[in-house]
C-alpha cells in the first residue's frame, strides 16, 4: 500500500520545527546526520546495522557541554490501520518508542558515544513522557 505524501510531511516539518528550536540555544546541530559505520563491533540483537543508517537531529551541548544527543522522530495517526493492533494510544507509543530505542538506542551508546531519545508524537498532540522531557529541557 503507498503512502500519503502526508506522512513524510508532518514527520519533517516537526523535524525541522524541533531542529530550529535546538538551533537557536545549542553550538551544533545538524538534520539527519550519518551514523558511523559499524566495524566489528558487538551490537544487541534488532541493533540496525546498516552503514546508511541516519537519525533525524543531532545536537550537541543538549544534556551537558559537548555531548552528542541524537533524536529520532515518529508521528503516528492513533485510528491508522497500521495502529489497530493496539487498544490504546500508549501501546501505540510504548511500541513505537521501543522500536526506536531497539534501533538505535545502543549504537548510540556504543559507536556513536552518544546519548539517543526517541520522540514519539500523535497526530492528535500527544507524546510519550521521553518526548515531553525532551521538549522541556529545549
Known sequence: M????????RHNRLRDVIAGLLEKCMPEVMTEPPLLPVTGESLLRGTTLKDSARLDILARGFYSPMERAFF???VSHPVALTNSRYVTPVEIFLAHEKLKM?????????????TFAPLCFSTTGGMRPQA?????TL
Do not use: G
Request: hydrophobic share 35%; net charge positive.
Open 2 to 9: 503507498k503512502k500519503w505524501p502526508f506522512v513524510n510531511c
Open 72 to 74: 529520532d522522530v515518529r
Open 102 to 114: 531497539t534501533k538505535y538506542n545502543h549504537k548510540s551508546i556504543q559507536i556513536e558515544k552518544a
Open 132 to 136: 515531553m522531557m525532551s521538549v522541556k
